[in-house]
């Protein structure tokens, strides 16, 4: 099942499922949650329990600069613990990279396959997160097992929050990207800036707040008091501005979402 393709699709949220299967078949069960959903502009959710080569198909078609996989994978884990993990590019040998080639085109349908052959196609999103359930029960039926049901919730929860988080997270790459040519002069807004982006690095790859809002209110009190950096520019001041504003939206959607 897809819905109507956003103009500009920055945000791709796929359910890797074997269809059928019981609790594996949790991310298709997840998507179908969330479809009728505002997630968002430029949020889109659709069912990916085709072929991994497929999949890297519509993510070269799409170009979404964020991959959000939802799947259920036996890691080894308690049977219905929830994990959400920020995933780096793998580093894949040649024979690595043909023996996930050959594992895809049989149709096998896994998160991990899924990353190997976008990656070595040069297709994968900047960036990747996956949420994960570990399963109870596997096997051909219908319906979750009572861990996978009440471990949904979390999934489609967690999910909601990468969505509202994007918009930030991408505004951080942009600013870190732009701190990088080292033309501002030392300030304490600037000071603060830098140490806010660090903790936006630590909710990107562990998905907890920490100090970000404390350092929000510290660069906001910088720039209310004229200790911004000599050399800013109207790109400058409108993402630092933007960043105040988009966390202060966070702030109160998460405080009502818990």
């Known amino acids: ?6 103009a500009q699709v920055t945000v791709l949220v796929g359910g890797v499922s074997e269809l059928f299967q019981r609790d594996l078949d949790l991310g298709r069960l997840a998507v179908e949650r969330l479809q009728g959903e505002n997630l968002g502009p430029g949020v889109m959710v659709e069912e990916l329990h085709y072929g991994a080569v497929a999949v890297a198909q519509r993510l070269e078609e799409l170009r979404p600069a964020v991959l959000v996989l939802v799947s259920a994978v036996r890691r080894g884990r308690a049977p219905g613990t929830v994990a959400r993990q920020r995933l780096d590019p793998p580093a894949l040998s040649t024979a690595e990279v043909q023996a996930a080639v050959g594992d895809a085109v049989t149709g096998y349908v896994h998160p991990d ?13 900047p960036r990747v997160v996956t949420v994960e359930l570990e399963p109870e029960v596997v096997g051909p039926g219908e319906g979750l097992s009572g861990s996978a049901l009440r471990g ?4 489609v929860q967690l999910v909601r929050a990468e969505a509202r988080r994007a918009p930030v997270t991408a505004l951080a790459a942009e600013l870190r990207e ?13 000071t603060a800036l830098r140490a806010l982006l660090v903790e936006l690095e630590w909710l990107d790859r562990d998905g907890r707040w ?14 209310a008091t004229g200790a ?14 933007t960043l105040i504003e988009e966390l202060d939206r966070l702030e109160a959607v998460e405080a009502v979402s818990g």
């Open 1 to 6: 099942m897809t819905e109507p393709v956003p």
């Open 210 to 223: 920490g100090h970000a809002f404390a350092l929000r209110d510290r660069l906001r009190l910088g720039i």
């Open 228 to 241: 911004s950096s000599e050399g800013m520019e109207s790109r400058d001041w409108a993402l630092w501005w």
């Open 152 to 155: 949904l919730e979390e999934v």
């Open 178 to 190: 732009l701190l990088g040519d080292e033309r501002l002069e030392p300030s304490t807004s600037l």
């Open 113 to 125: 396959l899924v990353v190997e052959i976008a990656s070595a196609l040069g297709v994968l999103p």
